[in-house]
């Protein structure tokens, strides 16, 4: 190192900075519990500023942390997943909240995955609106039982005879329909449900007997 005569006025304040810094930095060493006190009660004072602090920090390192996360998971698998459902259990609103934003942000691909779901289950699709309209319309839990095997038996079939239009259709595209619908005072019971095709079932939807059976072709009178 250079003697401090040799210096220009430049190098000689460069060297003060560094030679104060160096004994800033002892001086924290020797004294690191004061520093820990001082920075504690400077974060209490200043909790907006603490706040922004963390923040820039977060956002500075966010890349890193997800990594390291992402690292901690994998090398801690079990746990991972008992913290994840400990904290969802924990947070149920704040989830509801979150996926609620998601849906209302990503509205058309909730749309699609809706439909692509719908139609991979058709079974699964049935059964919840048969539950749906077993709430709707206060159905006891013996007509449940007894609908729900009746559609097991007529579902899988490979022709099934529409109730209303009299033609032959797949089991599996169609309904259980309401003879006296739901909106109009009927019951979801065994005595008045039937099979109905997808046309029929369009067309009917919660007309009256009376005013479905004069559009029917030919007419299911009672
Ligand atoms: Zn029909």
Redesign the pocket.
């Known amino acids: 190192m250079k003697p401090y005569s040799e210096l220009t006025a430049l190098e000689r304040a460069e060297r003060k900075r560094l030679q104060k810094l160096a004994a800033s930095k002892r001086w924290k060493q020797r004294n690191r519990e004061k520093v820990r006190l001082a920075k504690a009660a400077w974060e209490k004072a200043n909790p907006d500023k603490k706040a922004a602090m963390d923040a820039r920090y977060r956002a500075k390192h966010a890349e890193r942390k997800r990594l390291k996360d992402a690292a901690w998971r994998a090398a801690n698998r079990e746990r991972a997943l008992a913290n994840g459902s400990r904290w969802r259990a924990a947070n149920k609103d704040k989830m509801r909240a979150n996926s609620q934003a998601w849906a209302d942000a990503n509205r058309e691909r909730v749309r699609k995955q809706k439909k692509k779901w719908i139609s991979k289950n058709p079974q699964q699709v049935s059964v919840d609106n048969g539950r749906r309209r077993a709430r709707k319309s206060h159905t006891t839990a013996e007509d449940a039982v007894l609908i729900a095997s009746w559609e097991k038996k007529w579902r899988p079939l490979i022709e099934v005879r529409?109730?209303?239009?009299?033609?032959l259709?797949l089991g599996s595209e169609c309904h259980t329909d309401h003879i006296h619908p739901l909106a109009k005072g009927g019951t979801h019971s065994i005595g008045n449900v039937c099979i109905?095709?997808?046309?029929?079932?369009s067309r009917k939807l919660a007309k009256t007997l009376d005013k479905w059976n004069r559009l029917l072709v030919s007419p299911v009178l009672f």
């Open positions: 529409c109730y209303w239009c009299c033609g259709f109905s095709c997808q046309p029929c079932n």
